[in-house]
């Protein structure tokens, strides 16, 4: 994407906790929108990042999006493991649930690790990270993936999303 031969850069929007980068891919000639997210720990800090997404969305002409990064909250039980559940994540989930579904998201599938978030000593792992796209972004790549980077440094894994065809 920041390769100018790659992607032409138009513009962009800030938030809080995400920034948008309009612009146009070359050889497709497709505009689309990528979205770097980085959420709140506090429920509400979440719910306002969803709200002014949604309106960003919205508002914008652009079909093709997709939003990447740490969303640090699960879709599902199953996507946390060895943490106990407290009365807010599920609130959590319905809200996150919500706002995919309100804004025509899809989850990209996931290759690689199940987990994208452990806890040091390994006694706790959640998938709080991903790339959500649009039906628009698919149709022009419909080979899209999530691939899940090993862990390195960090507690958290690096997502890559890629657009290839394996023989």
Not at 143 to 167: F, G, I, M, T
């Amino acid at each position: 994407m920041w390769h100018k031969e790659v992607f032409d850069y138009e513009s962009h929007v800030m938030g809080t906790g995400y920034i948008a980068i309009y612009g146009q891919h070359l050889k497709s000639s497709s505009r689309c929108v990528v979205v770097n997210v980085y959420s709140s720990c506090s429920l509400r800090g979440k719910k306002t990042l969803w709200e002014d997404l949604s309106k960003v969305k919205q508002t914008s002409h652009v079909l093709a999006w997709c939003l990447c990064g740490y969303f640090n909250v699960v879709r599902s039980r199953n996507e946390r493991k060895g943490i106990r559940d407290r009365g807010e994540q599920t609130s959590e989930v319905t809200g996150f649930n919500s706002f995919i579904d309100s804004n025509f998201f899809l989850d990209l599938p996931l290759v690689g690790k199940k987990f994208t978030w452990f806890k040091p000593d390994g006694t706790a792992k959640s998938r709080i990270h991903r790339v959500l796209i649009t039906e628009d972004w698919l149709l022009l790549w419909p080979k899209s993936k999530q691939y899940v980077l090993r862990r390195e440094v960090s507690d958290h894994c690096a997502l890559v999303v890629k657009s290839v065809e394996k023989n």
